[in-house]
């Protein structure tokens, strides 16, 4: 158990560091914009497709209070909308020219600021604060809670017991949270998954699992049959809630790529509906692109379905 005296000095150094960041009033990060309007541009910065959803989610702010902050850069001049890319009914945030540049001098501060705190330590003693405050970070966003660190989860490949039930369960708890899906979706993903199964001796076919002891809270597939030559499936990609942020999604869907490149597939596809915007955010990164959309029922409600593709990335 942590002692009383280790509690009080990590409160007594958040305390500093807060202070000496700014966050408790008056300039901050070189700017007169708030601590979390500073943070928003940079999300917009390094995102795609960010919207004021996807901010309201990752800066952990109520909608309305997003809204005010948005309004008051769209009039400063630093960001404006676009239509969505994915979604039709919503609204993109791009940084303006002065956004661009108001970005650059927020950089520029955050980096002098870092150079003078560090200029006197050592690179072992960098490394440590490098480390710490990781390790810090995390432990207070949660990462820390049942999945301590990457290590505890294996990733394995093929069957294994138990698989179509907790992979349908893990689609079937998420998608009816975040799209309103029901037994329609439930019962697809289940008979999909078990002629899946049954087809495992392929050499274009595998199935990669995320594993916390016994439990599976992970998973993601290849299929290479179902569309024909040249193209592969991406089918079945998700994580258990209790696994998020350990790094497993990128794990798993990097093994599933890599595995689809080797092979020689030209192309991998996957299907989604519209709306999904931090899983279209994933897509994405890893050189997805949205290439269809069309109204469909097959998940027992009309919605927008979309079509992701990313080419074969060819290493040379």
Not at 61 to 85: A, C, T
Not at 123 to 140: C, F, N, R, V
Not at 171 to 188: C, D, K, L, T
Not at 226 to 253: E, S
Request: hydrophobic share 40%; charged share 25%; net charge negative.
């Amino acid at each position: 158990m942590i002692s009383l005296s280790a509690i009080d000095a990590i409160r007594t150094s958040s305390r500093q560091l807060v202070r000496d960041l700014g966050f408790m009033g008056g300039a901050f990060a070189g700017t007169d914009l708030s601590p979390s309007a500073v943070h928003a541009l940079l999300e917009i910065e390094s995102g795609d497709s960010v919207t004021a959803r996807y901010l309201s989610d990752c800066l952990q702010l109520e909608k309305s209070s997003v809204s005010r902050m948005l309004q008051k850069l769209m009039v400063s001049g630093d960001i404006k909308e676009k239509p969505h890319s994915d979604d039709a009914r919503s609204k993109q945030l791009i940084l303006t020219a002065a956004g661009q540049k108001r970005v650059s001098e927020i950089h520029a501060f955050a980096q002098r600021q870092i150079i003078e705190a560090l200029k006197h330590l050592n690179s072992k003693q960098e490394e440590t604060i490098i480390d710490g405050l990781k390790l810090y970070a995390d432990a207070l966003s949660g990462k820390f809670g049942e999945v301590n660190r990457l290590q505890d989860i294996e990733i394995s490949t093929g069957y294994r017991s138990g698989i179509i039930a907790k992979v349908t369960e893990m689609h079937s708890s998420y998608y009816s949270r975040e799209a309103g899906f029901g037994q329609p979706f439930e019962s697809a993903v289940a008979s999909g998954l078990a002629d899946f199964c049954g087809r495992l001796n392929h050499s274009g076919n595998q199935i990669w699992l995320a594993t916390l002891g016994e439990e599976i809270v992970g998973s993601i597939a290849i299929d290479g049959e179902d569309l024909g030559q040249g193209k592969a499936h991406l089918r079945w990609f998700i994580v258990d809630d209790k696994a998020r942020g350990a790094g497993v999604g990128h794990t798993l869907i990097t093994s599933a790529l890599a595995f689809a490149d080797v092979s020689g597939f030209d192309e991998t596809h996957l299907y989604t509906v519209e709306g999904l915007e931090a899983a279209h955010h994933l897509y994405k990164k890893y050189g997805f692109s949205c290439i269809k959309e069309y109204i469909g029922d097959q998940w027992g409600k009309k919605m927008k379905e979309q079509r992701f593709m990313r080419p074969r990335q060819v290493t040379l």
